[in-house]
């Protein structure tokens, strides 16, 4: 079964300040809660061919990989992936100018999994899915927040 999550949420932010904040993997561990930690493997900031290496915690197991940047298109699109361990998966970022004055922002998750992930893929789109949208909402918060500049410092 492939897995194929989509989560969005409206930020009262300029583009250009969320996608700015959101495809520095440095940031990760501010908003994604099961990612515990990052380090790059290829120089900093990321371009085309970056490679990240992240440590998460999900459903109880912890996951290692090794995200490599795909596509980045600036303030609309950032796309990252991984074909290591059981559940080879690619990230996407996307956003786009709210109605508002904001910023909608899209993440979704997509891939095939194997081994354990394939057998939980069922509930893992489910834990995924209530996970991203936690996620977003942290996010929504701390890019919200009025010391914005002391955060993004």
């Known amino acids: 079964m ?6 969005s949420i409206e930020i009262d932010c300029p583009r250009s300040v969320v996608a700015e904040f959101v495809s520095n993997p440095d940031n990760a561990t501010r908003w994604y809660v099961n990612i515990k930690s990052v380090s790059w493997q290829t120089p900093a900031p990321a371009v085309v061919g970056s490679r990240i290496a ?11 990989y090794t995200y490599e940047v795909r596509e980045i298109v600036p303030d609309e699109r950032f796309v990252m992936s991984t074909a290591q361990g059981p559940f080879p998966m690619q990230t996407t970022y996307t956003w786009r100018d709210a109605e508002s004055g904001g910023t909608l922002m899209t993440l979704r998750n997509a891939g095939e999994p194997s081994g354990f992930g394939k057998m939980a893929a069922p509930m893992m789109v489910a834990s995924m899915r209530r996970a991203n949208q936690k996620d977003l909402e942290r996010l929504k918060a701390i890019l919200e927040d009025r010391q914005l500049s002391r955060i993004l410092g």
Do not use: C, N, P
């Not at 492939?2 to 989560?7: L, S």
């Not at 992240?54 to 290692?64: E, M, P, S, T």
């Open 2 to 7: 492939a897995v194929d999550v989509e989560t």
């Open 54 to 64: 992240f440590v998460a915690q999900f459903l109880g197991r912890r996951i290692a």
